[in-house]
């Protein structure tokens, strides 16, 4: 083999997988088929799971300290203001949402990347893999192939690995087009929240964005009739002018634009995450209306989640059954995250009277109710995902297996202070209120590296790498019964602290 695992595409998914599988000493190369980095902002708001999934792998970095706090946004409708749709981030969580560029984003992930022993190859298009039951084939636009044993594609909405893997991708249209265009513009609006303005032709949203140099870094987005053609950047920019003079009323001075695209809002979900040696994540598996700002954070935490169970495959630890549990987990949330993102789009762009109607005096006006804030926050936050239903979830009390675990205080194995979150960043945890060597034993037999840490709770906890609850319990027997009957694992006589 020339790699254990091959993943196409250099975006947050395909990075965030990358750093994980590195983390746990996975063989991992990574390949992307544009020539370099790419600059512009595309998504730009990473929310508190997204934060948590970085923090987790030791890529956060500075990005607090560069990124905007979200605040909140104000609506207008009918020429007033209706509302103003504040965050309200739960005190007791230690992440919130941070407005920050994807390109910053992908920055990050790759210096974490880098410091683990790995980089990204750039112009290297995957257009093929042929799989058999030792691995895969992979084939590059330039002729060149190389054999992968598993293949993940994060190779956007167009992926050829999901082509390849013969999955379908079944879908609608949601807005027929919708204009984004970062510009620097002289506006005198306040820059501490967002603003959203919904008028019978469309809304307009604007957002302050952080740059480099003055204050004057604006995100404005639009829906607006298809027309045919496809248009220039200085086109975009006069109907990004035009758009805000009618739906607005204002005419902020707009001097340039940093970046502009013109795309189809589309829902779409692929039918199943894998086929044999071939996976998707993100985009690839999902594409979502920028309603929301789900679809980034969507794919960070497929990758987090497929990334912990395919290393468990590649070292030898777990049967390839185990790859089956990720679609059995994720994909549902993507449903419900696609069926929200769609019907909240389709509400704001208020395309019939009777959508006008509930959008303007119904819902937006109820957006000023602290209750509803914080229930909008959680939401978008993805704080609140739960595996329990699935196929290693469970019953008992909260939290239950596949349950979130937040990021408890504790203490490590030196005697120093840590968190949980931090000492997942290799492996499992097992967190107890006093130490358990038999039955972290019995776990680092099966999973490789397991973190003892002491904490609060009387029954000892063993916490997935991906931060939800694994097992709970004090009987080694019974937890080498979860590990091998549910998890499907196989035990090593290796010693690993």
Known sequence: ?????????????????????????????????????????????????????????????????????????????????????????????????????????????????????????????VVGGAQDRGGVTVAFADGDTLRAGWLVGCDGARSAVREQAGIAFPGVPVVERFLLA???????????????????????????????????????????????????????LDQVRAVL?????????????????????????????????LLL???????????????????????????WKLALVVQGRAGAALLDTYTAERRPLAEVVLRNTTANTRLLAGATPATRFVRDRLLIPVMDLPAVQR??????????????????GGRGPSPRPGDRVPDLPCTGPDGEPTGLHTALRTGWALVANTAHPELAATARRHLGPVASLLGTGATPMLVRPDGHLAWRGDDPDDLRHWLTGTLGTKETHEHQT
């Open 1 to 125: 083999m020339d790699t254990e695992v091959l993943i196409a595409g250099a975006g947050p998914s395909g990075l965030v997988m990358g750093c994980a599988l590195a983390a746990r000493g996975v063989k991992v190369r990574v390949v992307d088929r544009a020539d370099r980095p790419a600059t512009t902002s595309r998504a730009n708001i990473l929310h508190a799971r997204g934060v948590e999934v970085l923090t987790r792998l030791g890529a956060l970095g500075d990005l607090p300290e560069r990124a905007l706090s979200p605040v909140g946004m104000t609506m207008y409708a009918r020429g007033r203001e209706l509302a103003t749709m504040r965050f309200a981030p739960d005190a007791s969580e230690s992440v919130q949402a941070l407005f920050i560029s994807q390109a910053d984003i992908e920055t990050q992930l790759r210096q974490r990347l880098e410091a683990s022993g790995g980089r990204v190859e750039y112009g290297r298009e």
């Open 182 to 236: 970062d510009v620097r513009a002289d506006w005198d609006r306040s820059r501490e929240g967002s603003v959203g303005w919904f008028h019978t032709d469309g809304m307009v949203l604007a957002i302050p964005m952080r740059g480099t140099g003055e204050d004057d870094l604006w995100r404005v987005m639009a829906d607006v009739p298809d027309t045919s053609g496809r248009l220039t950047p200085d086109q975009i």
């Open 245 to 277: 003079r009618e739906r607005t009323g204002e005419a902020p001075g707009i001097r340039e634009a940093v970046w502009t695209s013109v795309f189809r809002v589309q829902r779409r979900l692929a039918a199943d995450y894998r086929s044999g040696r």
């Open 281 to 307: 994540a993100g985009d690839a598996a999902h594409a979502h209306s920028p309603i929301g700002g789900q679809g980034m954070n969507t794919g960070i935490g497929d990758a987090e989640n497929l990334a």
């Open 375 to 392: 229930r909008a926050t959680r939401t978008a936050s993805q704080l609140w995902v739960s595996y329990r239903r699935g196929p290693l």
